[in-house]
């Protein structure tokens, strides 16, 4: 036969994939295996352990481990985590538990707190009151006193003016025998006594140039009112110096009597009676002063 007469062989296709057919078939029978078994026993077993494998050196155990289904890998993997989200859960359970005690603590703390504040606020409600009517009793206090200084005012300005006929009634007066003038009596003249230069005390403080004291007001056999003046040098100059005294009656000059100008040696004293009014006159006080110092 010629070559063209034969017919070349042609191998069966479905022969080649035979083998892989029944892999994928061995799959699916496996896999529908594996989804009866997840769909009534994961249901019973819940949470369930699956066994453990076999020792291992033990092939059929590793060849089955191996080939377990997707779905049951996938079931494991989802167990495994819905426990690591449990457990997640617990741990944030607990964190709120400990931070809701906290929030607690923190709770009865300030309600302590704010009942310590109520009472003080309480207290200082009961000051502010203590303070009102203290400052009401205060106010009425003033009020009082201000009264009180008004009418003491009224009573000093009644004093001043009684002091005058006071002063009047308490002045030693001459008797009537002795306000009737006589006629022809001269009024008379100052009496003056001098010591001459003297030395000068020590002292420790500057002093004025002179002293002047008056006393001794009274009424001479001549009837007339007179006061002794008493005029001390205090310099080592010699100086001039003149005096004069105003003889009162409430507050008011009745008449005036002057001593010098006179010279004054370092040292010197010089007392003088200056005569004043008539005993006529009322006189209850004198003022003395220097001229031109």
């Known amino acids: 036969m010629s070559p063209k007469g034969r017919r070349r062989s042609v191998p069966d296709p479905f022969a080649r994939r035979w083998p892989k057919i029944m892999l994928i078939a061995a799959c699916l029978a496996v896999a529908a295996a594996g989804w009866w078994f997840y769909g ?7 949470d369930e352990t699956i066994p453990p494998g ?40 607990m964190e709120l538990e400990q931070g809701l005690a906290n929030d607690q603590q923190l709770l009865a703390q300030e309600r302590e707190r704010s009942k310590g504040l109520e009472q003080q606020l309480a207290a200082r409600q009961n000051d502010q009151q203590l303070l009102a009517q203290e400052r009401e009793r205060s106010k009425g206090l003033e009020q009082q006193l201000a009264a009180r200084q008004n009418d003491q ?21 001459p008797s009537q025998e002795l306000r009737a003038q006589p006629e022809g009596i ?19 403080q500057e002093m004025p140039p002179f002293t002047l004291q008056a006393s001794d007001l009274t009424h001479n056999p001549a009837r007339y009112w007179q006061v002794t003046v008493t005029l ?3 310099t080592p100059r010699t100086l001039d110096a003149q005096v004069r005294c105003s003889f009162l009656n409430a507050e008011r000059s009745v008449a005036e009597a002057s001593f ?12 003088a009676d200056l005569i004043g009014p008539p005993i ?14």
């Open 186 to 204: 001269i009024k008379p003249q100052p009496i003056v006594r001098r010591t001459g230069p003297r030395p000068l005390p020590k002292v420790t």
């Open 153 to 173: 005012q009224l009573l000093a300005q009644e004093r001043e003016r009684n002091r005058g006929p006071q002063q009047q009634l308490a002045a030693p007066q």
């Open 280 to 293: 006529t006159a009322y006189v209850v006080s004198t003022t003395c002063r220097l001229v031109g110092q």
């Open 40 to 46: 009534h026993d994961a249901g019973r077993q819940g």
């Open 54 to 93: 076999t020792r291992a050196g033990d092939a059929p155990a590793q060849l089955e481990q191996a080939a377990k289904p997707a779905e049951l890998k996938q079931a494991e993997w989802l167990s495994t985590a819905y426990r690591e989200s449990l457990e997640k859960e617990r741990r944030r359970n």
């Open 260 to 271: 010098g100008p006179t010279t004054v040696a370092p040292g010197e004293q010089i007392s």
């Open 232 to 234: 001390t040098s205090n």
